[in-house]
């Protein structure tokens, strides 16, 4: 059973487009994020929802809009794409929200390519 | 903001050898965590160290954390091809609750 999944794996659409990434986890957690990791493999979080709720918002263009219907799942949608938005999209999600702990679960990323 | 930085950025190894990656925080860290992505694949967890000082083995994998608990070291004794992947560190600031700050990562490459 795949814990954390994310549709689709590959992505490929012109500048301009508007696209959707979803994310689902099946492991009960109460937090997911979204990161984005570039070309030089730096990965750099995005958002993070605790049970729906955003509590990270990072410096990321409103161009990027993250929503969580319920706790399992966290979509990304993408408006106007530009050519710099090609990175592969990861989604994770952790049990916890407090500092001590939190291992976070990843996703098996999403290949976003803007042409 | 903080930053978290790993040195080398790239290092090749032949099998057998060993091989240590260092993290540095421009902050004081909460805990740190390690990951591993295989080429390919996504971040794995591999370990969280919290206390100042903390050492932490899993077989041939040494984990510490500094006493300043601003840096941290990853060991890898007689690589095995099955080590290739780049290792990050990411710390959880004092005084942010939810947030990882992921470091820039070092890539193993191990050849027979």
């Known amino acids: 059973d795949t814990a954390v999944s994310q549709t689709p794996k590959y992505l490929v659409t012109q500048m301009g487009n508007d696209k959707s990434i979803k994310c689902e986890q099946n492991?009960?957690?109460?937090?997911m994020y979204w990161y984005k990791q570039d070309s030089k493999k730096f990965l750099k979080i995005m958002f993070s929802?605790?049970?729906?709720?955003?509590?990270i918002n990072e410096t990321v263009p409103n161009r990027f809009s993250p929503k969580s219907p319920d706790k399992a799942h966290l979509n990304l949608h993408i408006n106007s794409l530009e050519l710099g938005d090609s990175a592969v999209y990861f989604c994770?999600?952790?049990?916890?929200?407090?500092?001590?702990?939190?291992?976070?679960?990843f996703g098996p990323g999403t290949r976003l390519t803007v042409t | 903001g903080q930053q978290v930085m790993q040195i080398p950025q790239y290092q090749h190894v032949q099998e057998g050898e060993d091989f240590t990656t260092y993290c540095n925080s421009s902050?004081?860290?909460?805990?740190i965590q390690w990951y591993k992505q295989r080429p390919g694949g996504h971040p794995v967890f591999l370990i969280q160290?919290?206390?100042?000082?903390e050492v932490k083995k899993q077989k041939r994998l040494t984990f510490q954390f500094g006493e300043a608990k601003k840096n941290s070291s990853l060991h890898i004794t007689a690589t095995q091809t099955t080590d290739v992947g780049t290792y990050f560190c990411?710390?959880?600031?004092?005084?942010?609750?939810?947030?990882?700050?992921f470091g820039t990562g070092t890539r193993l490459q191990v050849t027979l």
């Open positions: 994770a999600s952790s049990r916890y929200v407090d500092r001590a702990l939190g291992e976070q679960y």
């Open positions: 492991l009960g957690h109460d937090t």
């Open positions: 929802y605790n049970n729906k709720e955003l509590i």
């Open positions: 902050t004081t860290l909460s805990n």
């Open positions: 160290l919290v206390k100042s000082g």
């Open positions: 990411a710390g959880r600031n004092t005084g942010t609750a939810s947030k990882l700050t």
